[in-house]
């Protein structure tokens, strides 16, 4: 089953904008995940943040997580082109695999 | 560093045929695999996932099957394919082993894209 859900299914920026992404989830976790799918490639991992943990930051990404909430947030700070790909947010409970969610289709139109 | 490999990368075949792609994981021993599946516009879902050798987990019932006869060597298998079993198979692992490696971040491969016709 799935557990993240990613908001919104698509979005379309233009170079040098700030893109946000949201993951929504509906168990407790252990930890999320948040990863990067090329057209037709395998996905990558970009950051983890655990569950006592509020925000991080990595380059130009900055991760926050609302336990209360339930949700989870990526933001990509002066996007490029080159960031155009899926982002996939993945929850872990701690003693099963992680659950992935549907996606966010970033398009960085230059 | 842990490689993920994965082929054929593309396959196209017909409905009712056998099916197997392998996985092989370079660089780590004893660690976790895992097998999911992305149908066009969707998110991943687990299929299969093994702790060790001959250990296989399956997370959905389906026409598939999973093997792992070496440390480092994971296969998806069918006896006959269906229209639905299309789409993307990703093998990952997160280069460790163990109950403490569920949460860790997944190494993927290149995937296979399955066609059936």
């Known amino acids: 089953s799935q557990q993240g859900e990613e908001d919104p299914q698509a979005l379309s920026i233009q170079e040098g904008e700030n893109a946000t992404m949201n993951c929504s989830y509906k168990t407790s976790i252990n930890n999320l995940q948040w990863y990067r799918q090329n057209s037709g490639r395998g996905l990558v991992h970009l950051i983890l943040i655990r569950s006592n943990e509020r925000e991080k930051h990595s380059g130009r990404l900055r991760v926050t997580l609302d336990t209360s909430k339930k949700s989870s947030s990526l933001l990509i700070t002066a996007s490029r082109a080159a960031d155009t790909a899926s982002y996939f947010c993945?929850?872990?409970?701690?003693?099963?695999?992680?659950?992935f969610g549907k996606g966010t289709r970033l398009s960085v139109i230059a | 560093s842990q490689t993920i490999h994965q082929w054929p990368a593309t396959l196209v075949q017909p409905v009712g045929s056998p099916l197997s792609l392998e996985c092989t994981v370079e660089g780590t021993s004893n660690p976790n695999l895992y097998w999911y599946r992305q149908a066009a516009g969707r998110g991943l879902q687990l299929l299969f996932y093994s702790v060790g050798i001959g250990q296989i987990s399956s997370e959905v019932p389906q026409n598939l099957s999973a093997s792992r006869p070496q440390d480092r060597q994971f296969i998806l298998s069918s006896k006959k394919l269906l229209l639905s079993d299309s789409g993307f198979y990703l093998c990952a692992s997160p280069g460790t082993g163990g109950l403490g490696s569920y949460n860790s971040p997944l190494h993927f491969g290149n995937g296979t894209r399955l066609t059936v016709t």
């Open positions: 993945a929850t872990g409970s701690g003693n099963t695999p992680l659950v």
